[in-house]
């Protein structure tokens, strides 16, 4: 191994050299794509021709300061190349002007071993070597120190690497950035895993799964560009917040289509449906249950009507006779099919027309006649059929639905009596009808079941395959919103059952991965913690047999030296913060959020405050966040800051409805933290956080 950071170095020379020559190349890549040439055949091809150009030079462009490459591998000599080849891996592919490569990508198959090649399987690679890169005058990146692994002579630094350390060890500023340089074995092996693989990764705080979900949807959209090449790919996070946080992420990847999505935003309708109403706890948890799935399915299915008479279309002056025991026929067969969810409600009133005007049709064909598609699709609109329909199998409106399922106890009962205790279908009936379906209120549990009953009714966007990050805090209904976007796809599920905070929480893996529509999934488990320092980790992990006897503790492999101290002085923890590099939390109780920052203002500290539901996703490029910013300890999921300091950790558990729910918010707001963590408190801390059983 060698390191070095003088510019004489001759290495470092001829790689800053490699890397002038990948950035003209690239530069000849972008004016390449810039000019694809516009014969303008016909206006629909010119247009497309644009968006492909527009697409490329966007893909090109991205992050144009971050440096071309971050490492290289030398290969083993073969017969085609006795010299061993040399490969440089970096964030897109770069060619020469006759098509050489000068960059891999990555994701590219040859670029794998650069993550997993060992001393003792090396996968063909005698040499890996890293890069260091400085900011110029200019802030461009240049290239400052390398640092080599011969694995042919039995080297293996591991998590040792220097660079590897100053990259996992770097104080953080702003939102989440890519670890493409930097990914681990462990991860790599969940990133590259294939498409028709559902991944459920189960790792405690700061073990990568954001990142290693993100980075996988990267790497899905490269390795299979036929199959996800239109909105493939959704990710799905738990508010706005995290997802303004992860916001950078992919398109640094040079990957700009993907839909950063919440499963509020899915079920609101098109933003048009909002929560006006709020469910007492238990009755929110009886709405997230699967069995609600039943009740909803019943609750339409339950609308057809038994025909009790002939149909008689009318073709010009004829009339047609389909006799009843037909019709019925019919209606059972649509029945049958939208019962095994072959068919949507709205399709199955387009499937009965049809099939009444093809009988007309094959009654006028018996009698010699050759009747026109035109003919058949007027008997399909007429009025006798249409009246017929509209008897046997209504349009529905879900909400019109949901609303009689509350509103009349006799339906209710006949939808849900089976799956449901009485107590159960009592608390779902609204102690106060609306005058109408247009006044009724809706609570957000109700908006995961309308999502449901359209479902059943209407076809919805789908997608190829869907990473859900933070999906411990899933109910089953919501778990069901995800699934049916990815009917015949893959997820990626991230999670981590210690920061299960929803009452509705599913609580396991396999019930979870069940409800997304993949029960086969095995759970992978990540314990290597990359954001927590030890010392702040091992304070956390004593909560886990109190609120997840069942999960791995994370190591972390970040020391952090005095990283976790203990104070009652609110102002002198922040002030200590401010005095280093990096983004600054204040975790507080929800309900002190107001009042610590009056204090830390009165104080001339400025402060941002975070609410995840406050922040409409459309703001998301908007506003990086200020220096110090107040996190309501019930937004902080997901997040990290270089510093931390946690305000009064027993009033954050004593926000919560039970002591398990209070302990898993406080795991949460206690591993947020990079660099240091300062806890300010003048109440005694809980007891579980001294003891472990
Ligand atoms: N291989 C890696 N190299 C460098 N940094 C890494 C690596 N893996 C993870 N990190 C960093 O560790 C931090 C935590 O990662 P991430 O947010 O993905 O963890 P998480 O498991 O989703 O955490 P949480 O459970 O708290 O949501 C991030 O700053 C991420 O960039």
């Not at 090649?117 to 290239?143: E, I, N, S």
């Not at 104080?171 to 991860?187: E, F, L, S």
């Not at 398109?251 to 048009?272: H, K, Y």
């Not at 005095?579 to 941002?608: H, K, Q």
């Amino acid at each position: 191994m060698s390191a070095s950071d003088a510019r004489a170095d001759p290495v470092l020379r001829s790689e800053q050299a490699h890397l002038l020559a990948a950035n003209d190349c690239l530069a000849e890549m972008r004016e390449g794509a810039a000019r694809i040439a516009d014969y303008g055949v016909d206006a629909l091809a010119s247009e497309s021709l644009g968006r492909m150009r527009a697409e490329r030079l966007k893909h090109l462009g991205a992050d144009l300061e971050a440096p071309p490459f971050f490492g290289r591998t030398d290969r083993d000599p073969e017969a085609e190349h006795p010299a061993g080849e040399v490969f440089h891996i970096g964030r897109r592919h770069i060619r020469d002007s006759v098509g050489d490569p000068i960059v891999i990508d990555w994701r590219a198959p040859i670029a794998r071993p650069f993550y997993r090649a060992t001393a003792d399987d090396r996968q063909g690679v005698r040499l890996r070597r890293r890069f260091g890169f400085a900011a110029d005058a200019t802030g461009y990146a240049v290239l400052s120190s390398y640092e080599d692994e011969h694995l042919d002579a039995g080297e293996n630094l591991g998590l040792r690497s220097d660079l590897l350390r100053a990259e996992i060890e770097r104080p953080r500023v702003g939102p989440m950035r890519d670890i493409v340089a930097t990914i681990q074995p462990d991860q790599d092996e969940l990133v590259r895993a294939d498409l028709d693989t559902s991944l459920c990764i189960q790792g405690a705080p700061g073990t990568g799964k954001t990142a290693v979900g993100l980075h996988r949807a990267a790497y899905l959209l490269y390795s299979y560009p036929e199959r996800l090449r239109r909105s493939g790919v959704l990710v799905v996070g738990p508010n706005a917040a995290f997802l303004r946080y992860i916001a950078q992420v992919l398109p640094a990847l040079g990957e700009n289509g993907i839909t950063q999505t919440t499963v509020e935003d899915l079920v609101s309708g098109d933003g048009r449906l909002i929560p006006g109403r709020e469910d007492a706890v238990a009755v929110a948890v009886l709405k997230g249950d699967a069995r609600l799935a039943e009740v909803c399915r019943r609750a339409v299915i339950s609308h057809i009507r038994k025909p009790e008479s002939d149909v008689v279309p009318i073709v010009g002056t004829k009339r047609y006779r389909i006799p009843v025991e037909r019709v019925r026929r019919y209606v059972d067969d649509a029945r049958r099919s939208l019962v095994a969810g072959e068919l949507r409600w709205d399709l199955g009133r387009e499937r009965l027309r049809m099939l009444l005007a093809q009988d007309v049709r094959r009654q006028r064909e018996d009698a010699g006649g050759a009747p026109s598609d035109a003919e058949t699709g007027k008997v399909a609109r007429s009025v006798p059929v249409k009246e017929f329909v509209d008897a046997v199998w209504p349009a529905l409106d879900p909400r019109e639905v949901l609303v009689r399922l509350y509103t009349s106890p006799q339906f209710l009962h006949r939808c849900g009596a089976t799956v449901l205790g009485p107590d159960e279908l009592d608390q779902l009936a609204w102690a106060d009808p609306p005058r109408s379906v247009r006044a009724a209120r809706f609570s957000a549990a109700d908006l995961v079941l309308l999502d449901e009953l359209r479902g059943l009714m209407q076809p919805n966007d789908q997608y190829v395959h869907v990473v859900v990050d933070e999906a411990q805090d899933l109910s089953a209904m919501q778990c069901r919103v995800v699934a049916r976007r990815v009917p015949i796809g893959s997820v990626t599920v991230l999670g981590d059952l210690a920061q299960a905070t929803t009452p509705w929480a599913v609580g396991s893996w396999p019930a979870t991965m069940a409800a997304l529509g993949s029960p086969a999934a095995t759970v992978r488990p990540l314990t290597v913690g990359y954001r927590v320092p030890g010392e702040v980790l091992i304070v956390a992990n004593r909560l886990l047999p109190f609120i997840a006897a069942d999960v791995p503790p994370a190591t972390s492999v970040r020391a952090g030296r005095e990283a976790l101290s203990y104070t009652a002085d609110l102002l002198a923890a922040v002030g200590r913060c401010l005095e280093a590099e990096g983004s600054v939390a204040v975790i507080v109780p929800d309900a002190a959020a107001t009042s610590v920052r009056a204090e830390l203002a009165g104080a001339g500290i400025a402060t941002e405050e975070l609410a995840g539901a406050g922040i409409a996703t459309e703001d998301l490029a908007d506003a990086l966040p200020a220096r110090v910013t107040v996190v309501a300890a019930s937004s902080a999921k997901g997040l990290e800051y270089d510093s931390v300091v946690l305000v009064e950790p027993a009033a954050i558990v004593a926000q919560e409805p039970s002591r398990l729910d209070g302990l898993r918010r406080l795991y949460v707001a206690w591993t947020r933290a990079v660099s240091r963590l300062a806890v300010v408190h003048t109440a005694p801390l809980p007891d579980e956080l001294a003891v472990t059983p």
